[in-house]
């Protein structure tokens, strides 16, 4: 074999070495297919690929389209003059296509400190869904005292414009005495709107627990204990929460709902009830105000924030968390007796009914099931309800019935009870024979029996008779036996093949082996299950790094806020306001960038400053060194009110142009 020739870059010929082909190895100018494995594995990966993005896309379309909602809250509605709250803005089952516009207001300054993302993803009928809450942050200084109304934003989300609700923020002088919180007190109500009620007959009942805005709810009782004796109680449901105003306090309530069944006549009483939750109450009486932690952070000062309910909150205002008892007092109901002239059919069904009736198949042969499904739709003790009847089974063998209940409501008092009951006919026939069902209506106090049409139904020839019975007796001797005739043995079919799944014939011709026994379908399997938790990881990762900027920009903002109580405080040293008036100049210029040390002449340089603003700058840190070193009486003494509204005005001044 010659070696084949090729050339360097200076046109010389270099021999390059022959290439032998060796059996039982692949040629490199040969590609060998992929196993059938691998084959599937990559159509699966493409087909995934391909799918993603658009169904991304259509989810987020859907939920910026039809579920967004807006909402805008305050980190604390009351504040001292000079201090700083946090203003939010929360994008439910959506995003924003930008951060909203900061309102204008004047006595506020609206800083945008960033987003925090939130996801969790549910599987629903071997569907993903990912639900998704947005809240934008905004940092708000005050800078006067006084009743202030924040108006609404319009967010964009999806192409639609949303807006929020105003929100009120309450700016008092620094010296005002703090202001009682509302709703102080805890307490609960049993409201049951049905006062008088037959035996047996099921009515609602919700337990309202209400919690005054100084009580931080950490966890609900499981389940709520009603006492007393003659009725029955289903199963409380988990609480609905939310807000509410009682002789104009403002409550956070929860709600539970059941339904009550008197087992006895009588009046009974139904409570009380008691519920245990976990809560945190607030230490002392008076506005929650942000001493010594402005902004809050990212996540807020708020002790009502889950993030601080993890992680312990800020412990200066709230007692360790407790389990308090919550008491609804009972209510009396009158239970009736069942009206005189009670039908033979009825069952104990109270309420109000609707009742259909189809067959399935429409068309049989004599001795062939028919399943009869029976359509009870409406309001009442459902549980009590047994099947209707047949008003004739002369010449029909009938089944007992099965029940299937579907509820309207989250207590079971309305819905549909579907009933099934197989039946055979020994002839033929065109229908099958109504069916009757008595129930009793309790805003009439009266019976009434509901009765359907009769069935539809094609059923022709007549049943099979069995088989008769063939005796086991030997013969006599006198009883001549004819010959038995041998059976044929039936030839087995050559052209169906037996299905087969046991084990150890996965490998023979005639088996059957299921695809969840293949090692390519687990593996389909498993690159979405991957690509799913790889999507999830890159989520949480850059949620985590959006929220560490967020926090370090809040972090800085509380730092500016405790500085200019600072400096607005009549009692600091001449040494200490001058300290605290250099650092705010140095946060100020930096704008929330790490290089938040800088000196007088590179705060000059770097900003735009008019002459007098620059040398006011200047004149501070030359005052700060001099204080530093110098010592002496008169860094001690307070600062004069002159010469503390200048320094105030320059950094005032700094902080507008460093925006």
């Not at 951060?99 to 969790?120: A, I």
């Not at 009046?267 to 009486?285: A, E, I, K, N, R």
């Amino acid at each position: 074999m010659q070696a084949a020739d090729r050339r360097d870059n200076a046109g010389r010929r270099v021999a390059r070495r022959p290439f032998v082909s060796r059996p039982g190895r692949c040629s490199p100018r040969r590609k060998c297919p992929p196993p059938p494995a691998c084959r599937l594995l990559l159509v699966a990966c493409c087909i995934f690929l391909a799918l993603l993005p658009s169904s991304h896309a259509r989810a987020a379309q859907a939920q910026g389209d039809s579920d967004a909602t807006v909402s805008a809250t305050l980190l604390d509605p009351s504040v001292d003059a000079g201090e700083t709250t946090q203003y939010r803005v929360t994008v439910d089952n959506g995003n924003a296509d930008r951060p909203p516009n900061p309102p204008v207001v004047d006595g506020l300054t609206f800083t945008y400190l960033g987003p925090q993302q939130q996801y969790s993803f549910n599987a629903v009928n071997g569907r993903f869904t990912r639900h998704s809450t947005v809240t934008y942050n905004y940092s708000v200084q005050t800078t006067r005292s006084g009743h202030f109304t924040i108006p609404g934003l319009d967010v964009s989300v999806g192409g639609a414009t949303l807006r929020t609700l105003p929100v009120a923020l309450a700016v008092e002088d620094a010296g005002a005495p703090a202001a009682t919180p509302p709703g102080q007190t805890t307490t609960a109500e049993l409201l049951i709107l049905k006062k008088t009620a037959y035996i047996g007959e099921s009515f609602p009942a919700e337990l309202r627990t209400y919690f005054g805005l100084n009580v931080n709810i950490l966890a609900f009782a499981e389940e709520p204990i009603l006492s007393g004796e003659g009725f029955s109680v289903q199963k409380f449901t988990p609480p609905r929460q939310g807000q509410t105003v009682l002789e104009g306090v403002r409550y956070r309530a929860a709600v539970y709902r059941t339904a009550v069944t008197g087992v006895k006549t009588g009046t009974l009483s139904v409570g009380p009830v008691d519920t245990m939750p976990t809560v945190q109450l607030q230490t002392t009486p008076g506005r929650r105000r942000h001493r010594g932690n402005s902004n809050g952070g990212i996540f807020g000062d708020d002790d009502d924030s889950p993030f601080n309910q993890f992680f312990g909150g800020s412990g200066l205002r709230m007692q360790p968390p407790q389990q308090i008892k919550v008491t609804a007092p009972p209510v009396k109901v009158e239970i009736l007796p069942l009206p005189p002239g009670k039908p033979d059919g009825f069952s104990g069904g109270i309420g109000q009914f609707k009742l259909e009736a189809e067959a399935e198949p429409r068309r049989a042969q004599a001795g062939d099931p028919v399943t009869v499904r029976l359509i009870l739709t409406g309001q009442g003790n459902f549980p009590r309800v047994n099947a209707p009847v047949l008003t004739d089974d002369k010449g029909l063998r009938t089944y007992p019935a099965t029940a299937q209940f579907k509820a309207d409501d989250d207590v079971g008092l309305s819905g549909t009870k579907t009933f099934e009951q197989v039946i055979i006919a020994d002839g033929p026939r065109t229908s099958l024979p109504a069916y009757h069902f008595d129930y009793l209506d309790p805003a009439t106090g009266k019976y009434v029996a509901l009765d359907t049409a009769p069935i539809p139904v094609q059923i022709a020839g007549n049943a099979v008779p069995p088989p008769p019975a063939v005796s086991t007796a030997p013969a006599t001797a006198a009883t001549e036996t004819p010959a038995a005739t041998p059976t044929p043995t039936p030839r087995a079919a050559q052209d169906i093949l037996y299905i087969r799944n046991d084990p150890g014939r996965a490998e023979s011709r005639d088996a059957f082996l299921p695809i969840y026994r293949t090692r390519a379908f687990w593996l389909a399997q498993a690159v979405p299950l991957a690509a799913l938790l790889l999507a999830g990881a890159f989520l949480v990762a850059r949620a985590r790094a959006r929220n560490e900027s967020a926090r370090r920009q809040a972090a800085l903002q509380r730092q500016q806020g405790e500085l200019q109580r600072a400096l607005r405080r009549e009692t600091t040293s001449r040494r200490d306001f001058y300290t605290a008036a250099t650092r705010l100049a140095q946060l100020r210029a930096a704008g929330g960038r790490p290089d938040d040390r800088l000196s007088a002449a590179e705060i000059v340089r770097t900003r735009t400053l008019d002459p007098q603003t620059a040398s006011s700058v200047q004149d501070i840190f030359h005052r700060h060194d001099e204080l530093a070193y110098s010592g002496g009486k008169i860094a001690e003494e307070p600062v004069p009110a002159d010469e503390r509204r200048t320094v105030l005005a320059t950094l005032e001044t700094l902080g507008k142009n460093g925006r």
